[in-house]
């Protein structure tokens, strides 16, 4: 082979690798990602939610999840109860989701730390979202799969209390206004008592 050959070769390899590299980039600006996770909810104290979310540029179709162990439901105790809770057995986990459109995101009311640390002790479970691209190039890759872990342990020492600052700044208004005006009625009673 003669130098003209290689640099051929070299040509033949540098566009294949920017033809990978460019699909690659394509594909992650248009492919879903479905993830799971557990959040706090920041409008009702103590409560921690299962939220489901497609972090991806493309619509997720026919989403199902399977998960390595059941998933607790309704688990409502901030003290570990003595009753197990109960299993899912409805929701979008249990049923799958038709379509979720690129940052839409489904939130279920999961429980407390106290009944879902009982179901779920220290062990964390994995949630697998499999699903189908809305488009694809190629008809035989539409499937893609997520794994997510759920982990209640994470919650374990930190501040889940009320942060619902909105309703508690009204009321506090509200105080002040009442207060205010009791003041200014005592206020004008007593200039009208300096008149007389």
């Known amino acids: 082979m003669d130098s003209g050959d290689w640099i051929s070769l070299l040509m033949v390899l540098i566009a294949s690798a920017s033809a990978a590299i460019t699909y690659a980039?394509?594909?992650?600006?248009?492919?879903?990602?479905?993830?799971?996770?557990?959040?706090?909810?920041?409008?009702?104290?103590?409560?921690?939610?299962?939220i489901i979310k497609n972090i991806g540029k493309g619509s997720a179709v026919d989403v199902i999840f399977?998960?390595?162990r059941p998933l607790p439901s309704q688990a409502f105790s901030i003290g570990i109860p003595k009753e197990m809770p109960a299993e899912m057995i409805d929701g979008p986990i249990i049923v799958g989701i038709p379509y979720l459109a690129p940052g839409q995101q489904l939130i279920v009311t999961w429980?407390?730390?106290g009944g879902l640390k009982k179901f779920l002790g220290s062990s964390s479970i994995e949630v697998t979202a499999i699903y189908c691209r809305s488009k694809s190039l190629r008809p035989f890759s539409r499937r893609?799969?997520?794994?997510?872990?759920?982990d209640v342990t994470q919650f374990e020492g930190t501040d889940i209390s009320d942060l619902n600052w909105g309703p508690?700044?009204?009321?506090?208004?509200?105080?002040?206004?009442?207060?205010?005006?009791?003041f200014h009625k005592t206020m004008a009673a007593a200039a009208e008592s300096e008149r007389s």
């Open 25 to 50: 980039v394509y594909r992650s600006s248009t492919d879903p990602e479905v993830i799971v996770y557990a959040d706090v909810d920041r409008k009702r104290p103590s409560f921690i939610n299962l």
């Open 111 to 113: 429980g407390q730390y």
């Open 66 to 68: 399977r998960s390595s």
């Open 144 to 150: 893609v799969e997520s794994v997510s872990k759920l």
């Open 168 to 182: 508690k700044l009204v009321k506090a208004v509200e105080a002040s206004t009442k207060e205010l005006a009791k």
